[in-house]
């Protein structure tokens, strides 16, 4: 406890007659929550309101009390002071109404724990918050009424009247305009039986409390005229209490908003209440003005076709001709006439405008300029062609001022420049995609394609920077080669071009904004600035061919310059480039290397047409080959085990996506029959994507309802894209395991020396010599009956021995061994 600097007084004794003067309700409850004290006013809300939240016994337990509450807010107020008792939070507030049935009311719960002797206790306080909540229920009423579109402005000072009244608790609101010394009121809210109504006019001198705030421009507040402010009392009115604030529009007092009664107030108004009446008085003389300008503005935007002035040589319009005869005005107070072109205009536009009236009265010549205006549909442009107006009805220095809208005229040339640029920019992109395709053809490793890439359209000064990426996750991608930019790191790519890669990533489509500030957030550590950070227009290129995403290209247009749509389609085709030239080195490599990494994967309870049917008819699907044709269909040729043919057969045919289903092989000694079945539409496969990452699909096998499918792949492949490709495809698949093996190395002389094996002297033989003799050019150079004849055979045994050389050298080619030939 502090020591008090009253050393003579018990201090702690006076804690307690303290607390009973506070206008709060105060208690101090032990660890448990039972009631160890009690301030006076507890006490007496108890009392007078039996409510069970605050009992006056002590020795009740408080937390009991608030759990047996019928309401959420007993509840929450156990919880947050248990939550106090424990340790858990340093306080705890909660607001909660606590209405009469008289009146509504509103309370502030505040707990906070401390320590005597090392035992726990809290301190409870609820606050009467009722006049803060009406007051914020008066200022969303009043928000609500000014916002409300559906309401004229009549209306809206109507109800904003009738809302200050039942708020300050006066009989009378008005909203009233001063002209000269007359004093109108145009909204009025006054009792039933008051003879006062909008449209009524009277003498400001008779009003001297609204004469004082439209002299002095300040708002007034008197509780009682005839006692505190006798010099503003009027006899005529009989107002005897008065708030209200000016309305200025333009700079000029308007009228006055107040609101008064004719008995003196018993209550000062408060702080709050004079604020009140100024945001009102304030808000109508925004409105007011904004009406004004928006009037005036659409005046002027009535005559813009083709509207003509008579200006004179200071820029003042002496008349706004509609034609000839005709002089428009805007109404009797607010005339266009008589004002000047700054007043109007935009300096810098009056400003030029007025430079060329004056040059066509030096020279006594005409004269023209274009300029431009933010009308309501966006910014228009127009001619203003200003000749001398020798006339006795002006003066001699006025000159005809006629604005021709050009807009169209420049919305043509500024269209035409544009498909000029985007064709110039085309026809370079083209030129450089054709220098890129050849500088790929020689590339052995992915980071050699993306480096060549970057380097080359970095280099053609196309664009100022460009990298490449691939998924890192969900949220973001890993930076690879980049060109243009000085030092980057995956870490210096801000949140916006991550968002912007993997947009290009999952759409699969080019992603552009025209400036990548406005999709960065810039903050002062700058780490979410952009790599390029000078309003660059970027495009995400997706690195994409068939079902699989390599990654995405990231190109920075250079300063000032836009990325159009047929640039985005070159660049679309850029990127498809780029992906089969990552899928041919990726190829190469699995083919090439002596070490593959072998990946066996299960897809649980498969959508695939063969592994529905695998359990529908307890039967396994081998797959061996498909080939898919060029009206969009596949050939699917698997070896079925465990069922009927012709049921398998009817069962395939009667799937609504096979066209078709034959016999190829009948089943034989150790050999399940071969089908063919058609399929009406290629649909995605993750036997696709492994061919796509450059994998040789080993083994694909149907059974129970699950595919199982296994494929070797290049030792350097990135197995985690390969994986989340798949996945992506075809939900719910599984990496099951994933093992380096050695690939046996086969040259062209194996091969070779694999195919002559296949053959018989004699088959040989006939395919050598039709070899030699051209049987095998377009036109042929020897028919069959002579290669027959030159071997002395017969053309039966010709044609019979050439078809078995043929088998034999296509099986070399596809099936040897369980290559990936067998499936693809």
Not at 569 to 575: F, K, P, S, T
Not at 683 to 689: F, G, H, K, N, Y
Request: charged share 25%; hydrophobic share 40%; aromatic share 6%.
């Amino acid at each position: 406890m502090v020591t008090s600097v009253m050393d003579c007084h018990d201090i702690p004794a006076l804690y307690g007659p303290a607390m009973d003067t506070l206008p709060l309700m105060f208690a101090i409850v032990d660890a448990s929550g039972v009631i160890l004290s009690t301030n006076e006013t507890w006490s007496e809300f108890g009392r007078a309101n039996g409510t069970e939240v605050t009992p006056n016994t002590l020795g009740v337990n408080y937390l009991d009390i608030a759990d047996m509450a019928d309401d959420t807010t007993g509840e929450q107020a156990a919880d947050g002071i248990r939550a106090v008792l424990a340790g858990e939070q340093s306080s705890f507030e909660l607001e909660y109404p606590c209405h009469a049935p008289s009146s509504k009311r509103w309370f502030r719960l505040y707990a906070a724990p401390f320590t005597i002797d090392g035992s726990t206790f809290a301190s409870i306080a609820h606050i009467d918050i009722t006049a803060r909540k009406q007051r914020e229920w008066v200022l969303e009423a009043a928000y609500g009424i000014c916002t409300d579109s559906s309401r004229t402005f009549t209306e809206q000072l109507n109800a904003l009247l009738e809302l200050g009244c039942e708020t300050l608790g006066s009989p009378f609101g008005t909203f009233s305009r001063v002209h000269g010394d007359e004093y109108v009121f145009e909204a009025v809210s006054a009792p039933a039986a008051a003879d006062l109504e909008a449209g009524r006019t009277t003498s400001i001198n008779d009003l001297p409390n609204c004469r004082h705030v439209v002299e002095h421009r300040e708002p007034l507040a008197i509780k009682d005229i005839e006692a505190d402010a006798p010099d503003l009392a009027d006899p005529e009115w009989g107002i005897a209490n008065y708030i209200g604030a000016p309305v200025v529009v333009d700079g000029a007092v308007y009228g006055t908003l107040c609101f008064y009664g004719l008995e003196p107030r018993t209550a000062e108004f408060t702080q709050w209440d004079l604020t009140f009446v100024r945001l009102l008085s304030d808000w109508a003389g925004y409105e007011l003005e904004r009406q004004r300008h928006t009037e005036q503005r659409d005046a002027l935007n009535t005559a813009l076709p083709d509207p003509s002035f008579i200006i004179d040589a200071e820029g003042r319009f002496l008349d706004c001709l509609t034609d000839p005869e005709t002089m428009m005005k805007v109404d009797d107070t607010d005339t266009l006439v008589g004002q000047t072109l700054h007043e109007f205009l935009p300096r810098n536009t009056a400003d030029s405008l007025l430079s060329t009236v004056r040059e066509a009265l030096r020279t006594a010549s005409f004269q023209s300029v274009e300029y431009e205006l933010q009308a309501p549909g966006g910014t228009r442009w127009f001619e203003a062609r200003v000749a001398p107006l020798e006339s006795r009805a002006y003066d001699l220095d006025t000159v005809i001022f006629v604005a021709r809208d050009i807009t169209a005229h420049k919305d043509r040339q500024a269209e035409l420049e544009r498909q000029r640029d985007e064709l110039r920019q085309a026809q370079r992109l083209n030129v450089l995609g054709r220098e890129i395709a050849k500088a790929l053809q020689d590339t052995q490793t992915r980071e050699e394609i993306e480096s060549a890439v970057c380097a080359h359209l970095t280099e053609s000064d196309l664009y100022q920077a460009v990298w490449a990426g691939s998924r890192r996750n969900a949220a973001q991608v890993t930076l690879g080669a980049a060109a243009g930019i000085d030092t980057a790191t995956p870490e210096q790519i801000s949140p916006g071009e991550h968002r912007l890669a993997i947009d290009a990533i999952d759409t699969g489509e080019v992603q552009v904004v025209e400036d990548i500030a406005d999709v960065s957030t810039q903050s002062d550590t700058g780490t979410d600035r952009p790599l390029i950070a000078d309003h660059s227009s970027v495009a995400a290129v997706p690195l994409a061919t068939g079902g699989t995403t390599y990654g995405v290209l990231m190109v920075y247009a250079s300063t000032d310059a836009t990325i159009g749509c047929r640039e985005s389609d070159i660049l679309a085709d850029l990127g498809r480039l780029i992906a089969l030239s990552i899928q041919r080195v990726h190829s190469q490599q699995s083919l090439q290397a002596a070490t593959t990494v072998k990946l066996e994967f299960l897809t649980p309870d498969s959508d695939d047409v063969f592994a529905g049917l695998s359990a529908m008819l307890d039967c396994s699907f081998t797959l061996e080959r498909r080939v898919p044709t060029s009206s969009g269909s596949s050939l699917h040729y698997v070896r079925v085990s465990g069922v009927d043919t012709e049921r398998v057969c009817q069962a395939l045919t009667e799937t609504p996506s096979v066209e078709s289903c034959a016999v190829v092989e009948t089943v034989a000694e150790n050999r399940a029959p071969l089908l063919e079945v058609a399929l009406d539409e290629i649909s995605a496969s993750p036997l696709d994507t492994l061919v796509d990452y450059g994998g040789a699909v080993r083994r694909a096998v149907a059974a129970d309802g699950d595919l199982r499918f296994t494929a070797e792949m290049a030792p350097d492949i990135n197995v985690r894209a390969v994986v989340e490709a798949i996945q992506e495809g075809t939900p719910g698949t599984e990496l099951r395991s994933k093992q380096y093996v050695d690939q046996p190395v086969s040259t062209v002389t194996d091969f070779r020396t694999r195919i002559r094996d296949r053959l018989t002297p004699k088959q040989a033989a006939a395919l050598k010599t039709a070899y030699a003799r051209g049987y095998y050019d377009w036109p042929r150079g020897s028919a069959a009956e002579e290669l027959a004849e030159t071997l002395d055979i017969s053309a039966p045994t010709l044609h019979y021995r050439l078809r078995k050389a043929h088998d034999a050298v296509i099986g070399a080619l596809f099936d040897s061994g369980t290559g990936p030939e067998k499936l693809d």
